[in-house]
């Protein structure tokens, strides 16, 4: 049998960056990222990693943030350029919240400024008039040289403010400033958002859930129906933007930093008051900023800083909402399909999920992961063997309940999947019980991004369109990057369209999670629910 050859699905063509695609090829991402400073440094073009960060913006730094700090000399340009700016022409734009380690009492404000200001902060209060309580933001900045031919040099000042103390279950009001543009001005009140805080206790909740987003209509159609759904937050699977187009997590990638200032500006429209919880995708490795390629992530984004390296790894991390634990995890570094971060964590995020989740288990009610790599997936990129070598063992020991993933553009859903095989069928509108069928694993990667296609002859089969088959012919992703092939019987939903997750989740004397898949039209293509015990 000879394995399907979908591969990557074709992309523009790479631009010339300075280095043979050969040896491109070859290079791990901290090996892209000291060639990419070594030939610019001596060209006087790069800065590393937040290199312009604190000191751009004149006393800017704020203690107790969620990620980790990047301080440097910034240019004399830069910072005699923030004294000539009058801070009443800059508008702040590309708002978006991130709960802190704790929801209860803990959140992230994170905005972006066309240009270096002075002393940014945020104003926070119980009514949109009121907003008494002032705390500085912290400057993360990034410097991206030009490119002959290519692109122009850019600088981008992201600010972040960690709010904490906050009450349980409360709504507050607030404002992002600096010296010049104050929010709480009669002029400025437009600007005003808004975020409520987790309960003290368990109570019924919504969460929503997508990957590959980037910046279209379809995109910003998901975000809008997100936010009538009312959720108390959402999860991102990875590949966030696409200013990193190729994906390959190569200095020879084809790459746009101005891509995530448009990105920004569409997703304010939900993220400044729902919380947006993202992960890493093989589109968010960008080898100019870090030897990782997550100083882009690190600067953009406060994420919780409970995961096993919160500097290195900013998109590993957990959190508590309710009667549901949710566990963010980096599956770069153990894809077998795109090995370019692949290991960089020697063992230790596997080694902190494994005891994360044991602790979730003892704790909560359900236990949700998040991930851009596929662990079940017959698309295009279909199932990679790195993740299902890694983590399923644990996922079983640990009876995790509902597993989310990204990457293959489009809508597909398992049935209940036990030791590799269907260990019970999920059809549409049933229930499961992973402590005694498995676990289902759901692909919901129609964000916003260009679509995917199912196997020749493989039709969609969805709610109100049920085309069951017996089997589908699919691949993984093994060790020496081969297609391996397979014949699967866990494929139960298939939908070739834009979507999103939206699940509620039930306390009380029989919990439980009801799940459903909505498409761009706001039409439901899926529900089932998970029950423990049932």
Not at 143 to 161: F, K, N, S, V
Not at 249 to 257: A, I, R, V, W
Not at 338 to 352: E, F, L, M, V
Not at 384 to 411: C, E, M, S
Request: net charge neutral; proline share 7%.
């Amino acid at each position: 049998m000879t394995a399907p050859s979908w591969g990557t699905p074709p992309g523009p063509p790479v631009p010339d960056v300075g280095i043979p695609p050969r040896l491109a090829r070859r290079m791990s991402m901290a090996e892209q990222y000291e060639y990419l400073r070594t030939k610019f440094s001596r060209r006087r073009a790069l800065v590393g990693a937040g290199a312009v960060a604190g000191g751009l913006l004149t006393g800017c730094s704020a203690p107790g943030t969620d990620t980790a700090r990047r301080t440097a000399s910034p240019s004399s340009t830069s910072a005699s350029s923030a004294e000539r700016v009058d801070g009443a022409v800059v508008m702040p734009f590309g708002r978006h919240l991130a709960f802190g380690a704790d929801p209860k009492t803990q959140m992230r404000i994170s905005w972006q400024v066309p240009l270096a200001v002075r002393k940014p902060y945020v104003r926070v209060g119980l009514r949109p008039s009121e907003l008494s309580r002032k705390i500085d933001a912290e400057v993360r900045g990034l410097h991206t040289p030009g490119l002959e031919g290519i692109r122009l040099a850019l600088d981008q000042y992201y600010l972040h403010a960690a709010l904490d103390g906050l009450r349980p279950g409360t709504t507050y009001y607030y404002g992002v400033g600096h010296e010049g543009f104050d929010p709480a001005s009669r002029e400025r009140r437009s600007t005003v958002g808004s975020f409520t805080t987790a309960p003290a206790r368990a109570e019924k909740f919504v969460f929503t859930a997508f990957g590959d987003q980037g910046v279209t209509p379809d995109a910003l159609a998901n975000d809008k129906l997100i936010l009538g759904r009312e959720p108390a937050f959402h999860l991102h699977a990875g590949d966030i933007c696409y200013a990193d187009v190729t994906g390959h997590g190569k200095e020879s990638d084809s790459y746009d930093p101005s891509a995530w200032d448009l990105f920004l500006k569409q997703t304010e429209t939900v993220a400044k008051t729902v919380p947006w919880m993202v992960t890493t995708g093989n589109h968010d490795m960008e080898a100019w900023y870090s030897p990782n390629g997550y100083g882009g992530q690190s600067a953009r984004f406060s994420l919780p800083d409970n995961g096993f390296d919160a500097k290195n790894a900013p998109g590993v991390y957990s959190f508590t909402y309710g009667n549901v634990g949710i566990v963010a995890l980096d599956a770069n570094d153990v894809s077998y399909e795109i090995p370019a971060n692949k290991g960089y964590s020697d063992g230790r995020q596997t080694a902190w999920l494994d005891r994360r989740l044991g602790e979730l288990r003892k704790e909560v009610d359900f236990v949700v992961v998040f991930f851009h790599h596929c662990a079940y997936s017959t698309s295009t990129h279909a199932s990679d063997g790195g993740v299902r070598d890694a983590w399923l063992p644990l996922f079983t020991k640990h009876q995790v309940d509902l597993v989310i993933n990204g990457h293959n553009h489009v809508y597909e859903r398992t049935d209940a999947i036990r030791n590799g095989a269907v260990g019970r069928p999920v059809p549409v509108g049933a229930s499961t019980d992973p402590t005694r069928d498995g676990i289902v694993y759901v692909t919901a990667g129609g964000a916003g991004k260009s679509l995917y296609s199912f196997p020749s002859g493989v039709k969609d089969s969805h709610e109100g369109k049920i085309a069951d088959r017996e089997s589908v012919e699919t691949y993984h992703w093994t060790r020496s990057r081969d297609q391996n092939p397979d014949t699967v019987e866990w494929s139960r939903v298939r939908y070739t369209g834009y979507s999103f997750l939206s699940v509620e989740a039930e306390t009380g004397p029989a919990p439980r999670l009801k799940v459903s898949a909505l498409a761009e039209s706001g039409r439901r293509i899926d529900h089932f629910e998970v029950r423990r015990g049932a």
